[in-house]
């Protein structure tokens, strides 16, 4: 006998509570500190800043042990803070030439102004699972050098006074803001690039690399990537001057594309743009192909349909909390539609079976 | 219990502002899809932030909010909803559709008839009703621009050529006041008469597509046919087992693993109502 399905009260407050228990995990074992994940899990907060859109270390390390480790759950918990903060202002923008670089590497000179550092990078370590932090252990003191303090100048700064990669004009216009409006195609190239800062790191990894085998090649080298801390500056009116509010960490990469000239521009290097919060390498140097690749209509390079050049496609589907929301509300009940579906599928059959009948009977 | 950390209704004062301006805009152009600047909820996308922003931004301290889903207000969705208007703006809530001066649904018009002074908000997944035949946003903007909608009755056509009949049982697109074409959320087409000409205002919210829209009361709205195949709301041919209704839409229930099955009102207050007064279902426990 049906009895009628009453109590998702009490089931969702039985959920949350067998949540909060696995969340734990084995009481035996030492809770994470926030300043654990901080410190030690500072990449994993670094994507949830990035994709989260809010620089906040500590937060970031809440968000991801609140969601037990799930980075793109803890992103949504970042979002949902974020959206309920008052905006007091807007800081000037960013100097990332005067960045304090820990790790600034080109792939297309030799040596430069400023010079090649690796820094804290995994590129070279041979992935061996290193039994030893199963023990436990103190980790040894890296070397230190005094800072150099020469100026790290871009390396599109010293290919533009050549000439040979495309200018890229100055403009002061106040870009969209996408967390204040909604987005409306076409986007410009800021706007363009304020939705891939935010964007799912897989699915930008996936669309560069789509573009490197052949899904709107753009011949791309890492002209410069390099990650340090900038000061945030914001104009006070009263005091009519820019006043340093805090550091933050960035990540940024710029592509230098092969370019053989198109109907509308001279043969010469085009650009790619990756900025990310935080140490984010491979979102950054993803960011800037994909970048590159959707820049084709201002090039006057051809449309071959690949994914990565089609802006409406990648800006309405790059957003993993967006996206994820939509992909799992079809956990929620459809007893509605399925039914109306029921019916209409017990009619077209019954219907098509009947209208077999009189042919197998002649 | 209000949670005083965030400010009646969740929303700040501004973010409803911006919101309302973009509920009058709906309001004056019924059936038009107007761009809002949707705000990150602390659900997810899909779940109903579209309808939370508009509830939110419709809400007094003097309303009875009624949050349904699927028709039922214990569904575990509806069910978190209303409590997080609850935690956020400390309003009455009530099961009672009558009692209620704003309905949030997911997927249902309830049974009984709505009157004046209530408000109805849908529930968007996909506001775009031409978006499975272009997918492009661009693109369909236009086609409401120049209302080209040739392409929506070449796809009715087609179903009727080949099946008979049109092949949509819910978001049936219905057209408004002679000019928008407009999704009116993944109801059952059953429920696509009270559109029309209804007493309540109704507006629908998709949180994830940034879009608002709306119907003011006493509008005409009409679902899209051909005069040789009209339009026909379609329920199963049962009535409520509990209730014994034979009008109501019913959601039907695998009872057993021998594959018995019951119908019961997908409107669970509709049906509550009926049985406390009396009426009885086939499967009711004095009946059976």
């Known amino acids: 006998m049906y009895v009628a399905v009453k109590g998702g009260e009490r089931a969702i407050d039985a959920a949350h509570a067998w949540l909060a228990e696995e969340r734990r995990g084995d009481l035996a074992i030492a809770e994470l500190s926030i300043a654990q994940i901080r410190e030690q899990l500072a990449l994993a907060v670094n994507r949830v800043m990035a994709e989260g859109s809010l620089y906040d270390p500590d937060l970031a390390a809440l968000a991801i042990k609140q969601a037990r480790g799930d980075l793109i759950e803890a992103v949504f918990l970042i979002r949902a803070y974020r959206t309920t903060l008052p905006r007091f202002t807007a800081s000037t923008p960013v100097d990332t030439a005067s960045m304090t670089v820990d790790r600034r590497v080109s792939a297309?000179?030799?040596?430069?102004?400023?010079?090649?550092?690796?820094?804290?990078?995994?590129?070279?370590?041979?992935?061996?699972?290193?039994?030893?932090?199963?023990?436990?252990?103190?980790?040894?003191?890296?070397?230190?050098?005094?800072?150099?303090?020469?100026?790290?100048?871009?390396?599109?700064?010293?290919?533009?006074?050549?000439?040979?990669?495309?200018?890229?004009?100055?403009?002061?216009?106040?870009?969209?803001?996408?967390?204040?409006e909604p987005l409306e195609l076409p986007a410009d190239r800021a706007l363009r690039l304020q939705a891939l800062a935010r964007a799912d790191e897989g699915f930008t990894l996936a669309l560069a690399y789509s573009t490197q085998r052949g899904y709107g090649r753009t011949h791309a080298f890492v002209g410069e990537l390099r990650i340090g801390r900038v000061a945030v500056e914001v104009e006070l009116p009263e005091l009519g001057f820019a006043v340093e509010i805090g550091e933050i960490e960035l990540t940024e990469c710029e592509s230098v594309n092969q370019f053989k000239g198109s109907k509308i521009e001279p043969p010469q290097f085009t650009r790619g743009?990756?900025?990310?919060?935080?140490?984010?390498?491979?979102?950054?140097?993803?960011?800037?192909?994909?970048?590159?690749?959707?820049?084709?209509?201002?090039?006057?390079?051809?449309?071959?349909?690949?994914?990565?050049?089609?802006?409406?496609?990648?800006?309405?589907?790059c957003d993993n909390i967006q996206a994820t929301g939509f992909l799992e509300h079809i956990k929620l009940p459809h007893y509605v539609d399925f039914q109306a579906e029921l019916e209409l599928v017990r009619r077209l059959r019954a219907e098509a079976i009947a209208a077999q009948k009189p042919e197998d009977a002649a | 219990m209000t949670d005083q950390a965030y400010n009646f209704a969740y929303l700040d004062e501004q973010t409803k502002r911006m919101l309302r301006r973009a509920l009058l805009k709906a309001l004056a152009?019924?059936?038009?899809?107007?761009?809002?600047?949707?705000?990150?909820?602390?659900?997810?996308?899909?779940?109903?932030?579209?309808?939370?922003?508009?509830?939110?931004?419709?809400?007094?301290?003097?309303?009875?909010?009624?949050?349904?889903?699927?028709?039922?207000?214990?569904?575990?969705?509806?069910?978190?909803?209303?409590?997080?208007?609850?935690?956020?703006?400390?309003?009455?809530?009530?099961?009672?559709?009558?009692?209620?001066?704003?309905?949030?649904?997911?997927?249902?018009?309830?049974?009984?008839?709505?009157?004046?002074?209530?408000?109805?908000?849908?529930?968007?997944?996909?506001?775009?009703?031409?978006?499975?035949?272009?997918?492009?946003?661009?693109?369909?903007?236009?086609?409401?621009?120049?209302?080209?909608?040739?392409?929506?009755?070449?796809?009715?056509?087609?179903?009727?050529?080949?099946?008979?009949?049109?092949?949509?049982?819910?978001?049936?697109?219905?057209?408004?006041?002679?000019?928008?074409?407009?999704?009116?959320?993944?109801?059952?087409?059953?429920?696509?008469?009270?559109?029309?000409?209804?007493?309540?205002?109704q507006l629908f919210g998709a949180g994830r597509e940034c879009r608002i829209y709306a119907l003011p009361p006493f509008t005409k709205v009409v679902s899209l046919d051909f005069d040789d195949h009209p339009f026909q709301a379609s329920k199963a041919e049962h009535n409520c087992d509990l209730c014994g209704c034979g009008t109501s839409y019913l959601d039907e229930v695998i009872t057993d693993d021998q594959g018995s099955r019951m119908f019961v009102c997908s409107d669970t207050d509709f049906c509550a109502t009926r049985q406390a007064e009396g009426h009885r279902g086939r499967l009711s426990p004095e009946a059976a």
């Open chain 1, 108 to 180: 297309t000179f030799k040596d430069l102004p400023g010079g090649q550092i690796l820094g804290p990078t995994f590129d070279y370590t041979h992935r061996l699972l290193d039994f030893a932090l199963m023990a436990e252990g103190e980790a040894p003191a890296a070397p230190r050098s005094p800072a150099i303090g020469e100026a790290v100048p871009h390396v599109t700064e010293l290919l533009d006074q050549d000439g040979l990669i495309e200018a890229e004009p100055f403009s002061d216009l106040t870009p969209r803001d996408l967390t204040r």
């Open chain 2, 29 to 201: 152009v019924p059936g038009y899809q107007v761009p809002f600047a949707s705000r990150e909820m602390p659900m997810p996308y899909g779940w109903g932030t579209g309808g939370v922003q508009v509830t939110a931004a419709c809400l007094t301290p003097v309303d009875r909010l009624k949050v349904i889903d699927q028709g039922a207000d214990d569904t575990t969705n509806a069910v978190s909803i209303r409590r997080f208007f609850q935690r956020t703006s400390g309003v009455a809530v009530t099961e009672a559709t009558a009692e209620a001066t704003i309905i949030q649904t997911r997927h249902r018009i309830p049974e009984q008839p709505l009157s004046e002074g209530q408000i109805l908000v849908y529930q968007v997944p996909i506001p775009e009703p031409l978006r499975f035949l272009e997918p492009r946003e661009t693109e369909t903007r236009k086609m409401h621009e120049l209302e080209e909608y040739g392409l929506m009755h070449v796809k009715l056509y087609e179903d009727i050529a080949r099946h008979g009949e049109v092949s949509t049982a819910y978001a049936y697109p219905v057209k408004v006041e002679g000019r928008y074409v407009m999704d009116p959320s993944p109801i059952p087409k059953f429920d696509n008469p009270k559109l029309n000409d209804s007493p309540a205002i």
């Open chain 1, 273 to 317: 743009y990756g900025l990310v919060l935080g140490q984010s390498e491979r979102k950054s140097i993803s960011m800037s192909l994909v970048d590159r690749a959707l820049r084709w209509k201002e090039l006057g390079e051809d449309n071959i349909g690949a994914p990565a050049q089609d802006e409406e496609f990648v800006l309405s589907h």
